[in-house]
């Protein structure tokens, strides 16, 4: 249910952004959403599809591009991409250090939209 706040924000910043460029129909937005993030891509469209009626977004479809998990070696600074399911026990590539911190996989964000 976390996806409805998130959702909100997503319409709110589509929104604003075709308003101040005159658009008349949103058709697509493009989201980047890390592979950490529990959000649900059908939830997020379902929550979209229900928030955005009567507005210039309404029936717009999202297009969810999951970015990966990368992370920089704390020992050495080499930075990778690491899977998901074996984020407890990571070892750095390049030198085998095992303490890292975590630069992309859990933010979420617009990286575009296409409109009329």
């Known amino acids: 249910m976390?996806?409805?706040?998130i959702t909100e924000s997503i319409l709110?910043?589509?929104?604003?952004?075709?308003r101040a460029n005159s658009v008349h129909k949103v058709m697509t937005v493009h989201l980047?959403?890390?592979k950490l993030s529990d959000l649900e891509d059908e939830w997020i469209q379902r929550y979209f599809d229900y928030?955005?009626?009567g507005t210039l977004a309404e029936e717009a479809k999202l297009k969810i591009e999951?970015?990966?998990?990368?992370?920089?070696?704390n020992?050495?600074?080499e930075s990778y991409e690491a899977d998901v399911k074996n984020l407890?026990?990571?070892?750095?590539t390049a030198c085998g250090g095992k303490e890292y911190t975590l630069i992309s996989g859990r933010e979420y964000y617009?990286?575009?939209?296409?409109v009329q």
């Open 110 to 114: 617009i990286k575009n939209m296409e």
């Open 32 to 34: 980047r959403i890390g």
């Open 12 to 18: 709110k910043i589509v929104l604003k952004h075709a």
């Open 51 to 53: 928030l955005s009626k």
């Open 75 to 77: 020992a050495c600074s």
């Open 88 to 92: 407890n026990d990571l070892t750095c």
């Open 2 to 5: 976390h996806e409805l706040p």
């Open 66 to 73: 999951r970015t990966p998990v990368i992370v920089r070696c």
